[in-house]
């Protein structure tokens, strides 16, 4: 009889044999218990956490010879041929290898046949995002309303890919990472069957490497089996793995609470001829770190798969909180810039030379403050004593302490009189003044406030050119103002003259805009009226073009008359292109 390989052999075959996902397994139970069963699912998740392997349970339950059940019975034809891969109206595809929307449509033309042997036909698509855009088009209508025999089962690991027309005609299930406590129970179940000899922190280390997949715990196990002789041992896995034994990680770290840097790079040293990885190294150094400080805040916060407790507590004797944190965030900077190191090992060296070089002295030797100039003394104040004699003299040959004049500034106010409407009334003058108390004139040296005057400009003709920038218009709106000239106005209209070739621009929105605009900015109502005709005056936007003819004709003459261009141009046997002149 063929080896089959221990992924293929323990692979699930009922709900009650699947690692993790309790909260997908409970949806489905319920689901099949109450007959109401949805025409398409699909199953999300990173790789090995059992996608495809539910599929199959679901289509055993839909198809098993017992009736619809969440319990398959396992023994009749249908569930035997699913397990076998046998079943005929259980229809795998790959998606990454039939990705053609002629693929899709050959498989769809058979969904409307009935099933052969079972009660449903199952579609179960893999790695569905591969699907072109082609072939989930081709699907949709099928997958909203298909046959009631039919049933489809997506499974993908890159659920962004898919489109939103095709996650809406689903029911969505999330598959989590396995967590890495039953992922090692897992392991030692198996191990348990097979009569394989193991220790708990090798399975712990496989479980960790996997990464949340079961699958790939299978896998690394079914290569520790080979690399150890039919035995699972920490020696065997570490070496199969490039990982580092606890012990000496409980070392290093004890190392770096002494700060022993002689013992810190025997160790290094050590791991490096064991041909480690040194980002591996650091990621578990900074785990330990991490429960170091966490069993110092929390004591009572312990985790099954933490070992060797005693250890962890004596090491929360060793470490300050300070420097626990410093560490921490230094290794995270290491590990960040570790692969621009020359190599790992220089990478790893510099990052524990920087833990022991940096440490927060402050926090425990606080710095000595620096001699400072004698302060004068303060005299307790007197009610007959002036204020300004309060601080006593330093010395009977110095001049009493005198403060000097404090002059007001008066403040530009000529932004204020481009904001006020032209035909507002000149408000009155207000002048500000203060006065001094008796008190303080005896030392203090005052000045007579200057008036602060507020004035208006007097009321002078519109000019657009001038008052554009504060009307706020912008877009469209300003561009057709800048073809327009004011024909009139008085204190209720505007009249404007819009030129004869923008007048397929003009529309209501336009003269409602440019009303609020003028109506803002004179700060009284005013009706804006728009005709269109030839201005006598030149519009902003002659202006404007006026200008930039006068600087290219400038620019092109300036090129003309350069001697080094007409030299190089003679030289060449060449001409300046006016064209491709512009001015700057």
Sequence with gaps: ??????????????????????????????????????????????????????????????????????????????????????????????????????????????????????????YLIDEVHMLSGHSFNALLKTLEEPPEHVKFFLATTDKQKLPITILSRCLQFNLKNVPVEKIQAQLKNILTQENIPYEDSALLHLAIAAQGSVRDALSLLDQAIAHGANTVKNAAVNSMLGTIEQDQLFKLCEALAQKNTSAIFVIINELSQLAVDFTYVLDELLTLLHRIALLQTVPNCTIASWENLDILKNLTQQFSKEDLQLYYQIGLMGKRDLYLAPSQKIGFEMVMLRMLAFKPESLNNPLIPAERSPVPAVVKPNASQPICNIVAPISSKEKPITIPPIKAEQPDLSFYDELLPHSTPKPKEHVLTTKSSPSTQQNYQTTKPQEIKFETKEEKPLNLHDILPALGVTGPTQALLKHCVINKYDQETIDLLLEPNQAAFLNSKHVERLNQAFSNYLQRPIRVNIEVGKPNLETMANITSRNNEQKQTAAQNSLAEDPYLQKIATAFNGKIIQETTSAI
Excluded: W
């Design 1 to 122: 009889m063929s080896y089959h390989v221990l992924a293929r052999k323990y692979r699930p075959k009922s709900f009650s044999e699947v690692v993790g996902q309790e909260h997908v397994l409970q949806t489905l139970s319920n689901a099949l218990t109450q007959n109401r069963l949805h025409h398409a699912y699909l199953f999300t998740g990173t790789r090995g956490v059992g996608k495809t392997t539910l599929g199959r349970i679901l289509a055993k339950c839909l198809n098993c010879e017992t009736g619809v059940t969440a319990i398959p019975c396992g023994k009749c034809n249908a569930c035997i041929s699913i397990d076998a891969g046998k079943f005929i109206d259980l229809i795998e595809i790959d998606a990454a290898s039939r990705t053609k929307v002629e693929d899709m449509r050959d498989i769809l033309q058979n969904v409307q046949y009935a099933p052969n042997n079972g009660r449903y036909k199952i």
